[in-house]
């Protein structure tokens, strides 16, 4: 889905204590008299006592970050972590992607160059449709380790709410006529999932925070509509026009439900749908404070 071109670098440390010591002396004398053996001693004693040092190690409690690899994909993406217990953190995500065109993204472009330059049809589609959305996670992630703080591998349980909103336009096709149907969409999700990974802390202020393998469900809203004269398809069209677009109902059977409806104005479809997702391959460079 994008091109991407911004590198974004940032710094962390740990910082530690030392205490010193002194010590002082001390004097004794000794006198002895002439004939019965007599011993009188005294002796003094200064002592400045050794501070004690706790072995406890410091840690800091938050961290910003950036995602590398989602700018691949035309989404600009931030987060921000913050430690709760030795090692247990919670987290929250943004990420967004400007309106785009498809075969704009940088993922897209690469595969188009390596393997799709004879389907002129594939292209053409994907110059086309242009799509954006916004997402926000939160998560709580346990680590494992015997290091303090967020490092080590973890596990994540998070919630994701995403809106995309899509554009494409549409020829519908009857033995008599072409209609153009420019389709507006809207999708907004709601779902939860799990995710393992691991963080680094890679200098004294950066970390490198790599998403293993995680995935999400949840539901879609579905709303959808193209304004455009229809007003000379016959009741037959109709029913095959909106069968087009209800055909999600028989590919994901129980969890999708689509109504789409045809009027001389054109065409509305709302409903509901899975909202599937995988997260992985996300590489994130951070830095503490």
Do not use: C, I
């Given at each position: 889905m994008l091109s991407a071109r911004i590198i974004f670098f940032f710094v962390f440390l740990v910082s530690y204590k030392l205490a010193s010591a002194q010590t002082t002396e001390a004097a004794s004398s000794t006198v002895s008299g002439k004939g019965a053996a007599k011993l009188w001693s005294e002796t003094t004693v200064t002592h400045h006592a050794l501070p004690v040092v706790a072995s406890k190690e410091n840690f800091r409690k938050n961290i910003v970050k950036v995602n590398l690899s989602s700018l691949a994909l035309e989404n600009y993406s931030l987060g921000y972590e913050r430690s709760l217990t030795r090692k247990m953190t919670c987290a929250l995500g943004f990420n967004v992607?400007?309106?785009?065109?498809l075969s704009s993204i940088f993922l897209v472009e690469r595969a188009i160059d390596l393997y799709l330059q004879d389907y002129g049809f594939l292209i053409n589609e994907l110059n086309l449709a242009s799509i954006a959305n916004n997402?926000?996670?939160?998560?709580?992630?346990?680590?494992?380790?015997?290091?303090?703080?967020?490092?080590?591998?973890?596990?994540?349980?998070?919630g994701r709410y995403a809106s995309m909103k899509a554009a494409y336009p549409y020829n519908y096709g009857t033995n008599?006529?072409?209609?153009?149907?420019?389709?507006?969409?809207?999708?907004?999700?709601?779902?939860?999932?799990?995710?393992i990974g691991a963080q680094w802390l890679i200098s004294k202020r950066m970390t490198f925070d790599w998403y293993m393998l995680g995935g999400h469900y949840g539901k879609t809203d579905i709303a959808m509509s193209a304004a455009a004269d229809l007003s000379s398809l016959s009741t037959t069209e109709r029913k095959d026009l909106e069968g087009i677009f209800e055909g999600i109902n028989d590919s994901f059977k129980g969890v999708a439900a689509v109504d789409a409806s045809v009027t001389d104005q054109g065409l509305n479809v709302t409903g509901k749908g899975p909202f599937a997702g995988i997260r992985s391959l996300g590489f994130n460079l951070g830095m503490t404070f």
């Open positions: 992607m400007p309106e785009t065109t997402s926000f996670n939160g998560e709580a992630r346990f680590y494992a380790g015997r290091h303090s703080g967020a490092r080590g591998l973890y596990v994540s349980v998070y008599d006529n072409t209609y153009l149907l420019p389709l507006q969409g809207a999708f907004k999700g709601l779902g939860g999932g799990v995710m």
